[in-house]
T-cell receptor, first 111, second 112 residues
């Protein structure tokens, strides 16, 4: 079963705009990771945020984590056509040796 | 540093056959995990190995098995293939629990 739920399922934005997607999960976690996937290829790791962190930045990416609400958000600023992809959140649960993925958000950046 | 490599990249099999997929982790990584990705079920965890020991297994039938070698390379095997086994199989490696998992490009399996 999937731990995370991404919202929205799909997002279409103009180049230069910001894209925000959310992830909610159910159980306590050690960390939460965001991945990008282009056209059914492998997953590219974007950022890892630990359960004791609230916000993290990496280039044009900003991730927040609210453990009290069991939710995270990924913000991509100044989007580019190359950001067109599916984005997944994955949680590393406290009691298990696996990542649990959500269904993903498909982002389309229009030129 | 070389990334996670998976072989083969594409595979076509027929029902009833068996298949072996291979994964070479990033040098120094001792944890290797396998995931199945399908349009209907999304990304689902198959199993995780650390230092040749399976530490966790997902909810897949016994036809799905795996192993890890002393050099951390891993293989997964699917016996008696079914049409529903058609999927992208992804391997990920990491230094251990609570660390970043790096994924390979995947093996796309088509069962006819």
């Amino acid at each position: 079963s999937q731990q995370g739920e991404e919202d929205p399922q799909a997002l279409s934005i103009q180049e230069g705009e910001n894209a925000t997607m959310n992830c909610s999960y159910k159980t306590s976690i050690n960390n939460l990771q965001w991945y990008r996937q282009n056209s059914g290829r492998g997953l590219v790791h974007l950022i890892l945020i630990r359960s004791n962190e609230r916000e993290k930045h990496s280039g044009r990416l900003r991730v927040t984590l609210d453990t009290s609400k069991k939710s995270s958000s990924l913000l991509i600023t100044a989007s580019r056509a190359a950001d067109t992809a599916s984005y997944f959140c994955a949680t590393d649960e406290s009691s298990d040796y696996k990542l649990s993925f959500g269904a993903g958000t498909t982002v389309t950046v229009r030129a | 540093k070389a990334g996670v490599t998976q072989t083969p990249r594409y595979l076509i099999k027929t029902r009833g056959q068996q298949v072996t997929l291979s994964c070479s982790p990033i040098s120094g990584h001792r944890s290797v995990s396998w995931y199945q990705q399908t349009p209907g079920q999304g990304l689902q965890f198959l199993f995780e190995y650390f230092s040749e020991t399976q530490r966790n297994k997902g909810n897949f039938p016994g036809r799905f098995s795996g192993r890890q070698f002393s050099n951390s390379r891993s293989e997964m095997n699917v016996s008696t293939l079914e049409l529903g086994d058609s999927a992208l199989y992804l391997c990920a490696s990491g230094k251990g629990k609570q660390e970043t998992q790096y994924f390979g490009p995947g093996t796309r399996l088509l069962v006819l």
